[in-house]
């Protein structure tokens, strides 16, 4: 306990008589102003407790006498967004695909709200910017598995492929080899000249004896004749070049192909609508990734 | 004694002994409405507040659809004009030339004539002038404010306080309003502001510019000036023997004292025979705005507004005395009088002062040729990042660029834009017809950036690795004029 208080003559405070080797501590009070404004911030809060949600009690809590509630806060907010943009959204859900790309006020707004959606959604598989992946299909590229106009993409959209939707997008490839249908010489015969359709083969008497393979073994009815593809059925086309299950060296794309004849793989992608995305989302859905560079 | 010496101060203002802390006493300015100086205060402040209330007033035609307003910084449209001159955002480094100049400026007349700026030209100062004028109307004389302040509180003087602070409010009121007539057209503004019309933004800059204008002229006044402005620190570092200021004649008016009995009718070389010319009347402390005595040197809390020259010379008038005791004078000047020496003469011309006036010179000539060869119009190539590069069919890769055509003239801008070091490149614009053009035509409304989404497909066998240079070429078609952005195309390995 400090008695030793004196008062200073210089500053003509008193001392809180404290001593460290002769350095004494003033006692300064605070300035008045100071203290004024911590006594209104006591009554502001005493306010606050009123009308804001503030002390518990036995069986809840005190709502405060403006009813403000966070969740209700966040329902207002969306609520406002929505009708933000409610104009804009209404003229979404009436136009045509390709009225939306020839209004350009309406394409900007598709545009940016599909890009949020594709974001969320979509990127997850395809890639920001629809890059793609292995077995996820580039969207940005002009070769399509299933069609690339406006109403292809929108249809591929909102039901899917291959998934439990009645509607969704439906093909399976049948698998070859395993020894009873192709043997391993048979399959590299034909895994050649699949590459060689694309003019990336490098064995062109192995080719010629998988053109015989290709044609018997019923290849063409979906990749056509000189693999031009079917979009019908989502059949690549292997002319192209283009590897949904493409090879990190161009040297072991043969044994990309070969597994996929003997094992084929179907990727599956759900249906949107069944995941709860409306028209005129999925409309802006279309418009960008029709806008990524490849739609037709 | 040298002359570098005569400016040091003999001892710190405003400070007993002992004291590490000084608490603030209020300064009640004489307001002396007389003399040569103070002619010159009330001159600069009627031309520098003419300029400020009235130069958003001044028009400037810049064709239709643009603001005609002379000088105007438009925030939302993002432009800033200046008669002739117009900024886009990007060009703010033409402030930065205005600030140098300006800095330069500060430094040539600090150094020709002390602190005029801060005696003449500041806004603190001419508000905080002003204000102290608007006091002494209501309240009267320093010796009756100050009677006034020790007085109880009555009518009288609740009116006289009353009319001071609602006319100082009034006067900062207009002060923000003066600020923000800069920042719109002033004419609507003006009547947007008056009839409640106006925005948020608009009152509450006027609003606080005005607050601040009431705090720092009403009642922070000296304290900014010795406490808070960096200016009044470094000024007196471009002084030197030869610059003007306000400086007391210690050889002639020391040792000071009070005259004994009448004046009137003798010679004054009886009366002030065996002793200074100082009278030690206190006059030129009570005109200070900054409250200090300049018999005590020049000092960091001199402003240089020469209030005690005017002060003192009619002191000296009055007891028959040559004026001057305290001058607008140099320490050159000074120390050469106090030897008797009366030809010594101030050297105006002197290497700093030309050193000061070649990089003022220089810096403007720089700003000169900046602005004359200003670029009307700009191109900016962006290489989009997701993807970096797609590969297409036919062994083809194709790179996303967004690209910005700056048209900044008030006419309707036609741009071609080609491709240079990239072979058999063709270029696709959303929105415009046509794929794999070797050169398309864009268009930009006047005033604006055009944004265009451009696709550029290559043969993989036109880029030689990873990444290859491209340069995009854009000739403005009314001008001719060609701008080359450098950008890259990207592939696989």
């Known amino acids: 306990m400090a008695t030793n208080t004196e008062k200073d003559t210089v500053s003509g405070q008193y001392t809180t008589g404290h001593e460290w080797d002769g350095i004494k501590e003033l006692n300064t009070p605070l300035p008045r102003w100071w203290v004024w404004v911590f006594y209104i911030t006591i009554v502001w809060a005493v306010g606050y407790w009123v009308v804001y949600p503030s002390w518990p009690t036995m069986n809840g809590y005190w709502a405060g006498t403006f009813g403000w509630h966070s969740r209700t806060q966040v329902v207002q907010d969306l609520e406002q967004a929505q009708a933000a943009k409610g104009v804009y959204l209404s003229k979404l859900k009436d136009a045509s695909l390709e009225d939306i790309i020839k209004d350009k006020d309406l394409l900007n707004f598709a545009l940016a709200g599909g890009r949020s959606v594709f974001n969320e959604n979509c990127a997850a598989c395809h890639g920001v910017g629809g890059v793609g992946a292995y077995g996820f299909p580039n969207l940005a590229d002009d070769q399509w598995l299933w069609g690339g106009t406006l109403d292809d993409i929108k249809t591929t959209i909102t039901y899917g492929i291959r998934n439990t939707n009645p509607n969704s997008r439906q093909s399976e490839m049948p698998a070859f080899g395993g020894g009873d249908k192709l043997n391993d010489a048979q399959l590299n015969d034909l895994a050649e000249y699949v590459l060689s359709l694309s003019k990336n083969g490098t064995d062109p008497a192995a080719a010629e004896r998988g053109r015989a393979i290709f044609s018997s073994n019923g290849c063409d009815g979906c990749h056509g004749e000189t693999g031009e593809g079917n979009q019908a059925v989502g059949a690549p086309a292997l002319a192209a070049g283009m590897w949904l299950y493409k090879a990190k060296e161009v040297k072991a794309q043969k044994a990309q192909i070969i597994s996929q004849i003997q094992n084929p793989k179907g990727g599956v992608m759900p249906s949107w609508a069944d995941r709860g995305l409306d028209d005129a989302t999925i409309k802006e859905l279309a418009v960008y990734v029709h806008s990524l560079g490849g739609g037709k | ?493």
């Not at chain 2, 009547?191 to 106006?198: E, I, M, S, T």
């Not at chain 2, 001199?302 to 320490?331: F, H, T």
């Not at chain 2, 900044?408 to 959303?430: K, S």
Request: one cysteine or more; charged letters at 20%.
């Open chain 2, 1 to 493: 004694m040298s002359a570098n010496q005569a400016v040091l101060p003999k001892s710190l203002p405003r400070q007993a002994k002992g004291a590490l802390y000084a608490s603030h006493q209020k300064a009640y300015p004489r307001f002396q409405n007389n003399g040569n100086f103070r002619r010159l205060k009330w001159l600069a402040m009627a031309i520098l507040f003419a300029i400020y209330w009235g130069f958003p007033w001044l028009r400037w035609d810049r064709g239709p659809g643009a603001p005609d307003q002379a000088i105007l910084i438009d925030m939302p449209g993002r432009r800033a004009y200046f008669f002739f001159i117009e900024i886009w955002p990007q060009e703010v480094y033409y402030l930065t030339g205005l600030l140098i100049i300006a800095a330069l400026g500060l430094f040539f007349v600090s150094a020709l004539l002390g602190r005029v700026w801060c005696g003449f030209a500041c806004w603190q100062t001419l508000f905080t002038d002003l204000f102290v004028w608007v006091e002494q109307f209501f309240q009267g004389e320093r010796n009756a404010r100050l009677a006034l302040d020790r007085a109880p509180w009555s009518a009288g003087k609740l009116l006289r306080k009353a009319a001071t602070q609602a006319s100082w409010l009034l006067l900062s009121l207009l002060s923000g309003y003066g600020f923000v007539l800069y920042f719109d057209n002033a004419p609507t503004l003006t009547r947007d502001l008056v009839f409640g019309q106006a925005s948020l933004n608009a009152y509450g800059f006027m609003g606080m510019i005005g607050l601040f204008c009431y705090l720092l002229a009403g009642f922070a006044r000296e304290q900014v000036c010795i406490y808070m402005c960096p200016y009044s620190r470094f000024q007196s570092a471009m002084f030197d023997e030869h610059s003007l200021l306000v400086s007391y004649e210690v050889w002639r008016g020391e040792p000071r004292g009070h005259l004994k009995g009448a004046v009137q009718g003798r010679n004054p070389e009886d009366v002030f025979a065996g002793r200074g010319h100082c009278v030690d009347c206190r006059m030129c402390v009570q005109v200070c705005p900054t409250g200090i005595d300049i018999r005590d040197g020049n000092q960091l809390a001199c402003i240089g507004c020469a209030l005690c020259v005017d002060a003192c010379n009619s002191v000296m008038d009055r007891v028959g005395l040559p004026r001057g005791l305290v001058s607008y004078d140099s320490s050159f000047n000074q120390a050469a009088r106090s030897r008797g020496d009366s030809s010594a003469r101030t050297r105006i011309m002197r290497p700093r002062v030309y050193v000061y006036v070649a990089v003022i010179g220089l810096v403007a000539a720089v700003m000169v040729y900046a602005l004359g060869t200003r670029k009307t119009y700009d191109v900016n190539v962006l290489h989009e990042r997701t993807p970096v590069f797609v590969e297409l069919t036919g062994n083809r890769i194709r790179n996303g660029y967004t690209v910005k055509i700056l048209n900044m003239v008030r006419e309707e801008g036609r741009y071609r834009m080609a491709l240079e070091g990239l072979a058999n490149a063709g270029i696709t614009v959303i929105g415009i017809d046509g794929e794999g053009l070797s050169a398309v035509e864009l268009g930009v409304p006047p005033d604006s950036v055009g944004t265009y989404r451009v696709f550029i497909t290559a043969p993989r066998a036109s880029l030689h690795g990873k990444k290859g240079d491209l340069t995009v070429v854009m000739t403005n078609l009314s001008t001719g004029k060609v701008v080359r952005h450098e950008s890259f195309f990207a592939g696989p390995e």
